[in-house]
């Protein structure tokens, strides 16, 4: 039985709709990411699932339990916000404590399971401090271990890590996963950070436009993307993305790039006389000093070391700017002038011009 299965949402305030007709399951002990731009609705979404706003339509069921208009008191729901939430005048054992108190739990039950959780987060130092005497940091990890202590059935995250500096949410990113998995809570995880989402996800559920334009693996949607949105969503430096009209010949559907004709594999030979973008990966384009089969010339206008990969700056000689990338070093030379690119054509996304919707491959 699904833990949570929201069917046919819809809110709406006074400046518009955010979303209509969404529906989303997540299984027990699921992580699920809700993914998506600013204003998209994600923190709307968290507020429906835990009871503190009403929907327009559509119901909310729990554990199999319809509680679209239960209080949030009677839903065994967690919720840790992006802003901690953290009650002022108590200590940061208090606030972790204050659900099990309300839940009248023995004073030695909430010792130990305050301490534990707190230990996981490594903030058993800081349970006597005031919230004022915490880190943004340990603000953080406190507000994630109050919604911890309670071992709710489901727990909302609503973008707790955006107030905290680059190495802890580097460092939570790898060491989140398992403590959630370890909750064996089924978590609704909002943020609006591709990698965070790509990190600990299950699956992600992009919220675009006003409603879920994909919900899958994180794999599958960097590979697979449903539309040209959400491909533009996901990767550092983004996708490149050429307008092109493949065109049927003996040797299979061909395009032209840089003022060259190039192939594209025989499974899009389908979308050959439709107006179309190609979606190139910068990891997915191959430069070279040299000519090779099925490649055009570029001028290589720049170089950024990156550390673990080099961005180059490539111009094609019809004027069109593409972004590639390649392992690489701060020691990386930073080399200029002509060279010769190619795409991997196992990787590239092909869309429709009118609508975005990816044109899939079939079996030739």
């Known amino acids: 039985m699904a833990q949570i299965e929201l069917t046919g949402l819809a809110k709406a305030f006074k400046t518009g709709p955010v979303f209509s007709d969404l529906s989303l399951v997540a299984e027990t002990g699921e992580i699920v990411v809700v993914f998506g731009p600013s204003g998209a609705g994600k923190t709307v979404l968290l507020r429906l ?3 503190v706003a009403e929907p327009d339509a559509g119901a909310v069921r729990l554990d199999g339990r319809d509680v679209t208009d239960a209080p949030p008191e009677t839903r065994g729901v967690g919720m840790a916000f992006q802003n901690f939430a953290l009650f002022p005048h108590m200590s940061a054992y208090d606030n972790i404590a204050s659900a099990l108190t309300a839940g009248r739990c023995s ?3 909430i010792k130990g399971r305050v301490e534990a959780v707190a230990k996981l987060l490594k903030i058993g130092h800081v349970l006597q401090h005031q919230p004022r005497e915490l880190s943004n940091g340990q603000k953080q990890r406190t ?3 109050r919604a911890l202590a309670a071992e709710p059935k489901v727990l909302l995250l609503d973008d707790p890590l955006r107030n905290v500096d680059a190495k802890l949410r580097y460092e939570m990113r790898l060491e989140l996963p398992s403590l959630l998995k370890a909750s064996g809570s089924t978590v609704l ?3 609006q950070d591709y990698k965070e ?5 299950d699956r992600i559920a992009v919220l675009l436009d006003g409603g879920l334009a994909q919900v899958a693996t994180p794999a599958q949607i960097y590979r697979e993307p449903a539309s040209l949105g959400v491909a533009r969503l996901f990767g550092d430096p983004t996708i490149n993305l050429v307008p092109v009209s493949p065109q049927a010949s003996p040797a299979g559907p061909r395009i032209e790039l840089g003022g060259k004709v190039l192939h594209l594999p025989a499974s899009y030979a389908h979308a050959a006389g439709t107006d179309c973008v190609l979606g190139l990966r910068p ?3 191959l430069a070279a000093d040299r000519p090779e089969p099925e490649s055009f010339p570029v001028e290589v206008v720049a170089v950024t070391p990156l550390n673990e990969k080099t961005v180059l700056l490539l111009r094609t000689d019809d004027g069109r700017e593409l972004l590639a990338s390649e392992a690489g070093n701060e020691e990386a030379p930073r080399r200029h002038g002509p060279a010769h690119a190619r795409f991997d054509a ?3 996304l092909l869309f429709e011009a009118a609508g975005g919707r990816r044109i899939a491959p ?3």
């Open 107 to 109: 004073p030695e039950a």
């Open 49 to 51: 699932v835990a009871g």
């Open 143 to 145: 507000a994630l271990a």
């Open 197 to 201: 989402a790509m990190a600990l996800g």
């Open 362 to 364: 079939r079996a030739a």
């Open 283 to 285: 990891e997915a384009i």
């Open 189 to 191: 995880y909002v943020t």
């Open 346 to 348: 196992a990787a590239i």
